[in-house]
């Protein structure tokens, strides 16, 4: 079993700099791939950025590389969701997710976190 909660998300500007936060807890968390999801009103759900739990691996939706940064930093129990220069297209609800394997698709992510809005205006 894996339990994911997600930290508060906001209303930030265009621009400005906004960290997720995912607390893991679990006995098979090394075994795992942490990924990070988000779903618009009428959209479906769509990968954001995925990690090892080791960190030595990362992926990105091309929407975001370069801006957001995926990370698990102090070899802690926290995986991060750095975001920067968001935009408005960002508004989102985001989750945590972990999987088994690598796969920047929903349905195979076995744990979720609860989800948390995250508004950026223009």
């Known amino acids: 079993q894996v339990q994911l909660v997600e930290s508060r998300g906001g209303l930030v500007q265009a621009g400005d700099s906004l960290r997720l936060s995912c607390a893991a807890t679990?006995?098979?968390?090394?075994?795992?791939?942490m990924g990070w999801f988000r779903q618009a009103p009428g959209l479906e759900r769509e990968f954001v950025a995925a990690?090892?739990?080791?960190?030595?691996?990362?992926s990105y939706q091309s929407s975001v590389k370069g801006r957001f940064i995926v990370s698990r930093p102090n070899a802690g129990n926290t995986i991060i969701l750095q975001m920067n220069s968001v935009k408005p297209e960002d508004t989102a609800v985001y989750y945590c997710?972990?999987?088994?394997?690598?796969?920047?698709?929903?349905?195979?992510?076995?744990?979720w976190g609860q989800g948390t809005q995250v508004t950026v205006s223009s």
């Open positions: 679990g006995s098979t968390l090394d075994s795992r791939i």
């Open positions: 990690t090892n739990w080791n960190g030595d691996f990362t």
């Open positions: 997710a972990a999987s088994r394997q690598y796969s920047t698709s929903p349905g195979s992510y076995d744990y």
